[in-house]
């Protein structure tokens, strides 16, 4: 029998697999991964420095641990070049690999500002634990870090950083941090909270250009601001992995298109995580790739069972200003706020006062899951 | 009491704090906690959910 194969190590891919393994223990199973298919924890890069974790010590499990645990064959470090899904043949590393069902578990790929200057190169992406090592290397020693981007990552890495001692700048173009998740007075307090553990924040204006000093890199700002940093890391969102996908023939939008049994255009073609748009919705959160791991491995069983998203809360990792978010749907709708001493809980209802979505912010977070229990599911 | 953290997602459970939101009470030992407990943060289900026990 041919194989299963998962094309990706993420979350996403050794969830599903785990998930596949209680329900169906013969099946051959093998999983491709482009780095060396640890697995590791993905949130934690954002605030590992202030919990003294080095990249090393994150990497929790090996790939010959993994492929004990899970009873699969686990290749590391092969990049999967084209798939034939007419003849349901993958070719990786120049070899071809025939599956009877294929998941494509790639994840998203760190967006990249245009920059100008000799430094530009030099800007750091993380979005898994080798670049998150090479990361480590470059700020070990060093005092300044500047961040471009304040959205859920920038926000979680200002704090860690900030908090391990590192002076941290953060540029975004949006007047707010977590601006397009949270509502003004709520993202004033996670402003203010970074801002009083020293981050210094250059709002409502972008990176320009980034060059090369004596002594390390130098940040212009499009409103003329410039400073130095020893190391710039680039968060500015991320974009799901669609080029293979594309390449095959496959229904691709801003993700790999999928139905809610997160089956492709193509048929025995399944996408998850960071990469797939389940029922027009991309959600690169680790809750709706648990949702989707779990309706999988029931389809991939025989079981066909459409994924279900409940309302699914975001934790953003700001230890100085917690904040919890449950984004809304796309309907009419406005934010209700109830500002108190130490937070803000805010609730975004219809014109009839239904709860659509929610924000939480510092001692308000302790109401996330009696919110959560009331807030309506994305996919019911 | 100790303090325990998700491999999946690096939510900390501290057990002299518990989670009373979620019915858990303060001073709730991990062993303790429902085998159907789910963590809060990613949904991994108890049985998966390998925490480990975090420096002191």
Redesign the interface.
Known sequence: MEPVVIVGSG?AGY?LA?ELRKLDSVTPLTILSRDDASFY?K??LS?ALASGKSAAQIA?VSAQQMAAQLGANIIADIEVEAIDTASRTLRAGGAAIRYSKLVLALGADPIELPLEGDGASEVMRVNDLAAYARFRAAIEGKKTVALLGAGLIGCEFANDLATAGYSVRVVDLAPRPLGRLLPEAAAQRVQLALAAIGVVWHLGTTARAVSRTASGLRVELADGTAFAADAVLSAIGLRPRTQLAQCAGLKVQRGIVTDRLLQTSATDVYALGDCAEVDGQSLPY??PL??AARALAKTLAGTATPVVYPAMPV?V?TPAMPVVVCPPPAFPGSWKLQQEAGGIEARFEDQNGKLLGFALVGAAT?????LTKVAPPLIG | MKTWQ??????IYDEAKGMP??GIKAGTRWEDIPADWSC?????AKA?F?M?EMAA
Request: hydrophobic share 35%.
């Open positions: 979350l969830t785990r924890s949130p934690m605030n929790s680790v809750l648990m949702q934790v990792k302790a109401r996330k899951q009696a | 998700c491999v999946v997602c690096g939510f939101e979620d809060p943060d990613c949904g991994v998966d390998e480990v």
